[in-house]
Protein backbone atom coordinates (compact mmCIF):
# COMPACT_ATOMS: atom_id res chain seq x y z
CA UNK A 1 0.00 0.00 0.00
CA UNK A 2 1.46 3.11 -1.15
CA UNK A 3 1.37 6.30 0.65
CA UNK A 4 0.74 4.76 4.13
CA UNK A 5 2.87 5.52 7.14
CA UNK A 6 3.54 2.27 9.35
CA UNK A 7 5.07 2.41 13.20
CA UNK A 8 7.57 -0.02 13.53
CA UNK A 9 10.46 -1.12 15.99
CA UNK A 10 12.41 -3.45 14.42
CA UNK A 11 15.78 -3.20 12.59
CA UNK A 12 14.71 -2.49 8.72
CA UNK A 13 17.81 -5.07 7.52
CA UNK A 14 16.07 -8.09 9.62
CA UNK A 15 13.71 -10.29 7.47
CA UNK A 16 10.06 -10.81 8.56
CA UNK A 17 9.90 -13.94 6.48
CA UNK A 18 8.49 -16.21 9.09
CA UNK A 19 8.35 -19.37 6.48
CA UNK A 20 5.60 -21.01 4.92
CA UNK A 21 4.58 -23.66 7.60
CA UNK A 22 3.26 -23.84 10.38
CA UNK A 23 4.18 -21.33 13.11
CA UNK A 24 6.45 -22.56 16.38
CA UNK A 25 5.64 -21.31 19.28
CA UNK A 26 8.18 -18.67 19.77
CA UNK A 27 7.04 -17.24 16.21
CA UNK A 28 3.08 -17.47 17.76
CA UNK A 29 4.17 -15.25 20.42
CA UNK A 30 5.84 -12.49 17.97
CA UNK A 31 2.89 -12.82 15.59
CA UNK A 32 0.71 -12.09 19.04
CA UNK A 33 2.73 -9.36 20.19
CA UNK A 34 2.92 -7.90 16.53
CA UNK A 35 -1.01 -8.22 16.41
CA UNK A 36 -1.39 -6.50 19.55
CA UNK A 37 1.44 -3.22 18.38
CA UNK A 38 -1.12 -3.42 14.85
CA UNK A 39 -3.98 -2.80 17.17
CA UNK A 40 -2.63 0.20 19.13
CA UNK A 41 -1.41 2.36 16.58
CA UNK A 42 -3.37 3.88 13.85
CA UNK A 43 -0.85 3.11 11.79
CA UNK A 44 -0.80 -0.62 10.59
CA UNK A 45 -0.66 -0.88 6.88
CA UNK A 46 2.82 -1.46 5.32
CA UNK A 47 3.75 2.26 3.23
CA UNK A 48 6.84 4.02 2.26
CA UNK A 49 7.25 6.38 5.37
CA UNK A 50 8.05 3.93 8.49
CA UNK A 51 8.87 5.25 12.02
CA UNK A 52 11.15 3.28 13.65
CA UNK A 53 13.06 2.93 16.99
CA UNK A 54 15.97 1.02 18.00
CA UNK A 55 18.65 0.90 20.33
CA UNK A 56 22.38 0.92 18.42
CA UNK A 57 25.19 0.71 20.46
CA UNK A 58 24.08 2.11 23.32
CA UNK A 59 22.04 4.97 21.32
CA UNK A 60 18.75 5.45 21.34
CA UNK A 61 17.76 5.94 17.55
CA UNK A 62 14.35 7.22 16.43
CA UNK A 63 14.54 7.48 12.36
CA UNK A 64 11.61 7.49 9.75
CA UNK A 65 12.54 5.28 6.68
CA UNK A 66 11.52 6.92 3.28
CA UNK A 67 11.15 4.39 0.46
CA UNK A 68 12.83 6.63 -2.19
CA UNK A 69 11.55 3.99 -4.74
CA UNK A 70 7.99 5.12 -4.79
CA UNK A 71 7.33 7.50 -7.14
CA UNK A 72 4.67 8.52 -4.94
CA UNK A 73 6.60 9.88 -2.40
CA UNK A 74 8.20 13.40 -2.47
CA UNK A 75 11.20 14.58 -0.02
CA UNK A 76 11.47 18.49 -0.30
CA UNK A 77 13.05 21.03 1.68
CA UNK A 78 11.15 23.47 3.52
CA UNK A 79 11.73 27.51 4.88
CA UNK A 80 10.48 29.26 7.72
CA UNK A 81 8.11 31.98 7.12
CA UNK A 82 10.34 34.80 7.97
CA UNK A 83 13.41 33.54 5.66
CA UNK A 84 16.18 34.03 5.66
CA UNK A 85 16.29 36.31 8.58
CA UNK A 86 13.94 34.76 10.77
CA UNK A 87 12.77 31.43 12.20
CA UNK A 88 9.72 30.02 12.85
CA UNK A 89 8.69 27.52 15.94
CA UNK A 90 8.48 23.35 15.06
CA UNK A 91 4.88 23.38 16.11
CA UNK A 92 3.64 26.05 13.68
CA UNK A 93 6.05 24.94 10.78
CA UNK A 94 4.35 21.65 11.04
CA UNK A 95 0.85 22.79 11.41
CA UNK A 96 1.55 25.23 8.36
CA UNK A 97 2.92 22.39 6.05
CA UNK A 98 0.84 19.48 7.15
CA UNK A 99 3.67 16.32 5.99
CA UNK A 100 3.47 13.25 6.84
CA UNK A 101 6.90 13.41 7.87
CA UNK A 102 9.85 15.88 8.62
CA UNK A 103 13.25 16.33 10.11
CA UNK A 104 14.88 19.92 11.12
CA UNK A 105 17.02 21.32 8.76
CA UNK A 106 20.72 23.23 8.52
CA UNK A 107 22.02 25.80 11.57
CA UNK A 108 21.88 29.40 11.17
CA UNK A 109 23.96 32.09 12.75
CA UNK A 110 22.26 32.88 16.20
CA UNK A 111 22.19 36.88 15.98
CA UNK A 112 20.72 37.09 12.28
CA UNK A 113 19.38 33.77 11.59
CA UNK A 114 20.33 33.12 8.21
CA UNK A 115 21.19 29.71 7.20
CA UNK A 116 24.80 28.61 7.20
CA UNK A 117 24.48 27.11 3.93
CA UNK A 118 22.78 26.68 0.51
CA UNK A 119 19.22 26.20 0.15
CA UNK A 120 16.95 25.01 -2.68
CA UNK A 121 13.17 24.39 -3.00
CA UNK A 122 11.11 23.69 -6.08
CA UNK A 123 14.41 23.97 -8.01
CA UNK A 124 15.12 27.45 -7.18
CA UNK A 125 18.07 28.15 -4.98
CA UNK A 126 16.64 30.81 -2.14
CA UNK A 127 20.04 31.13 -0.41
CA UNK A 128 23.87 30.54 -0.49
CA UNK A 129 25.96 30.09 2.48
CA UNK A 130 29.26 29.28 2.86
CA UNK A 131 29.86 25.60 5.12
CA UNK A 132 28.79 22.00 4.37
CA UNK A 133 28.18 19.43 2.29
CA UNK A 134 24.91 19.33 0.72
CA UNK A 135 21.72 17.06 0.57
CA UNK A 136 20.55 16.98 -3.46
CA UNK A 137 17.29 15.68 -4.09
CA UNK A 138 15.91 15.16 -7.87
CA UNK A 139 11.86 15.78 -9.18
CA UNK A 140 12.45 11.68 -9.86
CA UNK A 141 13.69 11.09 -6.29
CA UNK A 142 17.50 10.64 -7.12
CA UNK A 143 19.49 11.44 -3.81
CA UNK A 144 22.83 12.73 -3.46
CA UNK A 145 25.44 14.28 -1.27
CA UNK A 146 27.30 16.60 -2.75
CA UNK A 147 30.25 18.63 -1.62
CA UNK A 148 29.33 22.50 -0.60
CA UNK A 149 30.90 25.68 -0.75
CA UNK A 150 33.66 25.65 0.93
CA UNK A 151 34.90 22.76 -1.10
CA UNK A 152 34.74 24.00 -4.58
CA UNK A 153 31.92 25.98 -6.66
CA UNK A 154 28.82 23.58 -6.08
CA UNK A 155 26.51 22.78 -9.20
CA UNK A 156 23.33 22.68 -7.94
CA UNK A 157 21.75 22.01 -11.87
CA UNK A 158 18.73 19.71 -11.92
CA UNK A 159 18.34 18.86 -8.38
CA UNK A 160 14.52 20.15 -7.22
CA UNK A 161 15.70 20.07 -3.29
CA UNK A 162 19.15 21.14 -1.86
CA UNK A 163 19.58 21.67 1.71
CA UNK A 164 23.42 22.26 2.72
CA UNK A 165 24.49 21.10 6.32
CA UNK A 166 26.86 18.63 7.64
CA UNK A 167 29.34 17.47 8.20
CA UNK A 168 29.46 14.74 6.49
CA UNK A 169 29.71 11.02 7.96
CA UNK A 170 29.60 8.41 5.54
CA UNK A 171 30.94 8.36 1.56
CA UNK A 172 30.37 5.40 -0.53
CA UNK A 173 30.22 3.17 3.07
CA UNK A 174 32.96 4.41 4.54
CA UNK A 175 33.84 6.75 7.59
CA UNK A 176 34.77 10.38 6.03
CA UNK A 177 34.16 12.95 9.26
CA UNK A 178 36.16 15.55 8.37
CA UNK A 179 34.24 18.64 9.65
CA UNK A 180 36.83 21.38 9.49
CA UNK A 181 37.46 20.83 5.95
CA UNK A 182 33.95 21.67 5.46
CA UNK A 183 34.20 25.23 7.10
CA UNK A 184 32.64 23.85 10.79
CA UNK A 185 34.88 25.67 13.45
CA UNK A 186 31.63 25.33 16.31
CA UNK A 187 32.96 23.21 19.25
CA UNK A 188 29.09 22.28 19.54
CA UNK A 189 29.37 20.63 16.35
CA UNK A 190 32.86 19.16 16.35
CA UNK A 191 31.97 17.73 20.28
CA UNK A 192 29.41 15.64 21.11
CA UNK A 193 25.76 16.73 21.71
CA UNK A 194 22.38 15.25 19.99
CA UNK A 195 22.16 14.86 17.15
CA UNK A 196 19.82 14.73 14.03
CA UNK A 197 20.96 13.09 10.13
CA UNK A 198 20.22 11.76 7.34
CA UNK A 199 21.44 9.18 5.56
CA UNK A 200 21.22 6.95 2.40
CA UNK A 201 21.02 3.23 1.99
CA UNK A 202 21.69 1.26 -1.29
CA UNK A 203 18.19 -0.10 -1.11
CA UNK A 204 16.75 3.38 -1.64
CA UNK A 205 15.91 4.07 1.51
CA UNK A 206 16.55 7.81 2.93
CA UNK A 207 16.35 7.45 6.81
CA UNK A 208 15.52 10.44 9.04
CA UNK A 209 17.19 10.33 12.48
CA UNK A 210 17.68 11.68 15.86
CA UNK A 211 19.44 11.02 18.64
CA UNK A 212 18.70 12.74 21.88
CA UNK A 213 21.56 11.08 23.93
CA UNK A 214 24.89 13.38 23.25
CA UNK A 215 27.48 11.52 20.90
CA UNK A 216 30.03 12.38 18.40
CA UNK A 217 30.35 12.59 15.17
CA UNK A 218 32.42 9.26 14.64
CA UNK A 219 29.97 7.64 16.63
CA UNK A 220 26.83 8.72 14.46
CA UNK A 221 28.68 8.13 11.33
CA UNK A 222 28.99 3.96 12.98
CA UNK A 223 25.25 4.34 13.98
CA UNK A 224 24.26 5.38 10.33
CA UNK A 225 26.42 1.88 9.33
CA UNK A 226 24.67 0.00 11.51
CA UNK A 227 21.15 0.78 9.97
CA UNK A 228 22.99 0.02 6.19
CA UNK A 229 23.58 3.44 5.05
CA UNK A 230 26.28 3.98 2.42
CA UNK A 231 26.16 7.80 2.76
CA UNK A 232 25.22 10.37 5.98
CA UNK A 233 25.49 13.86 6.88
CA UNK A 234 24.31 15.40 10.43
CA UNK A 235 21.59 18.16 10.17
CA UNK A 236 21.79 20.56 12.53
CA UNK A 237 21.82 19.34 16.34
CA UNK A 238 21.02 20.14 19.81
CA UNK A 239 18.15 21.80 20.73
CA UNK A 240 17.36 22.51 17.26
CA UNK A 241 16.70 19.06 16.90
CA UNK A 242 13.69 17.67 15.82
CA UNK A 243 11.67 14.72 14.30
CA UNK A 244 7.59 14.61 13.42
CA UNK A 245 5.59 11.18 11.94
CA UNK A 246 2.57 9.26 12.50
CA UNK A 247 0.68 12.33 13.37
CA UNK A 248 3.00 13.78 16.06
CA UNK A 249 6.36 15.49 17.81
CA UNK A 250 8.93 12.43 18.19
CA UNK A 251 11.84 14.85 18.97
CA UNK A 252 10.40 18.25 19.54
CA UNK A 253 13.19 20.99 19.13
CA UNK A 254 13.45 23.83 21.86
CA UNK A 255 14.24 26.29 19.44
CA UNK A 256 12.96 27.83 16.26
CA UNK A 257 14.43 26.42 13.00
CA UNK A 258 15.09 28.23 9.57
CA UNK A 259 14.97 25.34 7.66
CA UNK A 260 13.13 21.33 7.27
CA UNK A 261 12.95 18.30 5.31
CA UNK A 262 9.56 17.04 5.18
CA UNK A 263 8.20 14.11 3.32
CA UNK A 264 4.73 13.77 1.96
CA UNK A 265 3.62 10.37 1.22
CA UNK A 266 1.32 10.89 -1.86
CA UNK A 267 1.77 13.21 -4.97
CA UNK A 268 -1.82 14.43 -4.13
CA UNK A 269 -0.81 15.92 -0.62
CA UNK A 270 2.21 17.12 -1.74
CA UNK A 271 0.75 19.01 -4.87
CA UNK A 272 -2.06 20.16 -2.19
CA UNK A 273 0.58 21.82 -0.19
CA UNK A 274 3.56 22.87 -1.87
CA UNK A 275 2.55 26.34 -2.10
CA UNK A 276 3.53 26.34 1.49
CA UNK A 277 6.80 25.32 1.31
CA UNK A 278 8.45 29.08 1.36
CA UNK A 279 7.36 32.50 1.57
CA UNK A 280 5.31 33.60 -1.23
CA UNK A 281 7.12 36.55 -2.29
CA UNK A 282 11.09 34.94 -1.16
CA UNK A 283 13.35 36.25 -4.11
CA UNK A 284 14.72 33.63 -6.36
CA UNK A 285 18.42 33.38 -6.45
CA UNK A 286 18.88 31.30 -9.13
CA UNK A 287 16.58 28.62 -11.37
CA UNK A 288 18.12 25.15 -11.03
CA UNK A 289 16.09 23.42 -13.54
CA UNK A 290 12.81 21.29 -13.07
CA UNK A 291 10.27 21.46 -10.82
CA UNK A 292 7.09 19.43 -10.24
CA UNK A 293 4.21 22.37 -10.69
CA UNK A 294 1.47 23.29 -8.90
CA UNK A 295 -1.85 21.66 -8.68
CA UNK A 296 -4.81 24.45 -8.85
CA UNK A 297 -7.20 23.69 -5.65
CA UNK A 298 -10.06 24.81 -3.84
CA UNK A 299 -9.84 24.74 0.16
CA UNK A 300 -13.40 23.16 1.89
CA UNK A 301 -14.39 25.65 4.69
CA UNK A 302 -15.35 22.29 6.89
CA UNK A 303 -11.92 21.65 8.04
CA UNK A 304 -7.80 21.86 6.95
CA UNK A 305 -8.26 19.31 3.94
CA UNK A 306 -7.64 20.83 0.00
CA UNK A 307 -9.05 18.57 -2.87
CA UNK A 308 -8.44 19.40 -6.06
CA UNK A 309 -10.51 21.65 -8.61
CA UNK A 310 -10.55 20.10 -12.46
CA UNK A 311 -10.50 23.79 -14.63
CA UNK A 312 -11.19 23.11 -18.32
CA UNK A 313 -8.48 23.64 -20.64
CA UNK A 314 -5.64 23.88 -17.71
CA UNK A 315 -2.13 22.19 -18.40
CA UNK A 316 -0.01 22.15 -15.47
CA UNK A 317 2.79 21.63 -17.96
CA UNK A 318 2.98 25.31 -18.87
CA UNK A 319 3.69 25.98 -15.07
CA UNK A 320 7.34 26.46 -14.69
CA UNK A 321 9.47 28.62 -11.93
CA UNK A 322 7.98 30.76 -9.26
CA UNK A 323 9.02 34.61 -10.74
CA UNK A 324 10.05 37.24 -8.03
CA UNK A 325 8.17 40.58 -9.79
CA UNK A 326 6.01 41.86 -7.35
CA UNK A 327 3.77 45.10 -7.69
CA UNK A 328 4.25 48.17 -5.48
CA UNK A 329 1.26 48.84 -2.66
CA UNK A 330 0.13 52.28 -4.00
CA UNK A 331 0.28 51.55 -7.90
CA UNK A 332 -2.99 51.16 -9.74
CA UNK A 333 -4.78 47.96 -10.10
CA UNK A 334 -4.52 46.69 -13.50
CA UNK A 335 -5.08 42.92 -13.76
CA UNK A 336 -7.47 41.74 -10.51
CA UNK A 337 -9.97 43.57 -8.50
CA UNK A 338 -11.83 42.07 -5.47
CA UNK A 339 -14.93 43.30 -6.12
CA UNK A 340 -17.16 41.89 -3.14
CA UNK A 341 -17.66 42.38 -0.31
CA UNK A 342 -17.61 45.70 0.39
CA UNK A 343 -14.77 45.96 3.29
CA UNK A 344 -16.31 49.19 4.64
CA UNK A 345 -18.81 47.40 6.84
CA UNK A 346 -18.59 44.59 8.99
CA UNK A 347 -19.47 40.84 7.48
CA UNK A 348 -21.62 38.06 8.34
CA UNK A 349 -22.36 34.63 8.24
CA UNK A 350 -21.86 32.93 4.61
CA UNK A 351 -20.09 35.83 2.61
CA UNK A 352 -19.82 35.83 -1.21
CA UNK A 353 -16.17 36.62 -2.44
CA UNK A 354 -16.04 37.79 -6.02
CA UNK A 355 -12.37 38.80 -7.70
CA UNK A 356 -13.11 40.13 -11.35
CA UNK A 357 -10.26 40.26 -13.70
CA UNK A 358 -9.96 43.67 -15.29
CA UNK A 359 -10.60 44.22 -19.29
CA UNK A 360 -7.77 43.20 -21.29
CA UNK A 361 -6.09 41.72 -18.52
CA UNK A 362 -4.53 37.74 -19.10
CA UNK A 363 -3.57 36.28 -15.75
CA UNK A 364 -2.59 32.90 -16.15
CA UNK A 365 -4.83 32.43 -12.84
CA UNK A 366 -5.80 33.95 -9.90
CA UNK A 367 -5.75 33.12 -6.18
CA UNK A 368 -7.61 34.13 -2.63
CA UNK A 369 -5.84 33.58 0.81
CA UNK A 370 -7.59 34.20 4.07
CA UNK A 371 -5.35 35.49 6.88
CA UNK A 372 -2.85 33.74 4.35
CA UNK A 373 -4.59 30.43 4.17
CA UNK A 374 -5.30 29.63 0.87
CA UNK A 375 -9.26 28.90 -0.02
CA UNK A 376 -9.52 29.33 -3.70
CA UNK A 377 -7.47 28.80 -7.00
CA UNK A 378 -8.62 29.57 -9.82
CA UNK A 379 -8.50 30.56 -14.30
CA UNK A 380 -11.77 31.60 -14.99
CA UNK A 381 -13.06 34.51 -13.91
CA UNK A 382 -15.10 35.92 -12.14
CA UNK A 383 -13.93 33.66 -9.26
CA UNK A 384 -16.25 33.12 -6.93
CA UNK A 385 -16.13 31.34 -3.30
CA UNK A 386 -18.38 31.67 -0.19
CA UNK A 387 -16.90 32.02 2.50
CA UNK A 388 -18.45 30.42 5.66
CA UNK A 389 -17.61 33.46 8.37
CA UNK A 390 -19.50 31.54 11.25
CA UNK A 391 -16.62 29.59 11.36
CA UNK A 392 -13.77 32.13 12.32
CA UNK A 393 -13.87 34.07 15.41
CA UNK A 394 -14.56 37.51 15.11
CA UNK A 395 -11.64 40.06 14.12
CA UNK A 396 -10.27 41.62 11.06
CA UNK A 397 -9.29 39.39 8.53
CA UNK A 398 -6.70 39.96 5.55
CA UNK A 399 -7.96 39.28 2.21
CA UNK A 400 -5.64 38.58 -0.24
CA UNK A 401 -5.72 37.87 -4.32
CA UNK A 402 -2.96 37.40 -6.39
CA UNK A 403 -3.05 36.93 -10.02
CA UNK A 404 -0.53 34.60 -11.91
CA UNK A 405 1.24 34.92 -15.03
CA UNK A 406 1.33 31.31 -16.87
CA UNK A 407 5.11 30.83 -15.30
CA UNK A 408 4.22 31.57 -11.82
CA UNK A 409 5.14 35.20 -11.62
CA UNK A 410 3.33 37.23 -9.53
CA UNK A 411 1.98 40.15 -11.36
CA UNK A 412 -0.33 41.83 -9.17
CA UNK A 413 -2.12 41.70 -5.79
CA UNK A 414 -5.24 43.25 -4.10
CA UNK A 415 -5.37 43.14 -0.16
CA UNK A 416 -7.82 44.22 1.86
CA UNK A 417 -8.79 43.69 4.82
CA UNK A 418 -12.62 43.11 6.23
CA UNK A 419 -13.84 42.71 9.45
CA UNK A 420 -16.13 39.67 11.15
CA UNK A 421 -18.66 40.31 13.33
CA UNK A 422 -20.98 37.11 14.03
CA UNK A 423 -21.83 37.57 17.62
CA UNK A 424 -23.79 41.21 16.86
CA UNK A 425 -25.87 39.03 14.68
CA UNK A 426 -26.83 36.30 17.46
CA UNK A 427 -26.70 39.06 20.14
CA UNK A 428 -29.99 40.80 17.53
CA UNK A 429 -31.63 37.34 17.26
CA UNK A 430 -32.16 37.04 21.02
Request: include cysteine; charge should be neutral.
Amino acid sequence: MRGSIRHDHSDPQQSRDTGGGLLAPAWRLISLLLLLAVSLTAWAAPGSVTLNYQQINGFPVKYVAVNMNDPEVTVTTAVAVKFPRGLESWSSLINRLHPDAAINGTYYCQNTYVPVGDVAVGGNLLFKGVVGTGLCITGDNKVSMLPGPRQGKPDWSGFSSVLCAGPRLLTDGQVTVNARAEGFRDPRVLGSAPRSAVAVRPDGLLLLLTIEKSISLKNLAYVCLHLGATDAMTLDGGSSSGLYANGRTITNPARGISTALVVYATKERFDLLADRLTPSNLPVLANLGQRRPLTPLFMRDDGNTPIPLTMSGFDPAMLNVPGVSTVKPDEKLTVIHLAKPDTSEPVQGTVPITVEVLPEASPGWISLRINDRLRAMGNTWPLVYQWDSTKEADGVYTLEVTAWSADRTVLERDIRQVRVQNSLKVAESN
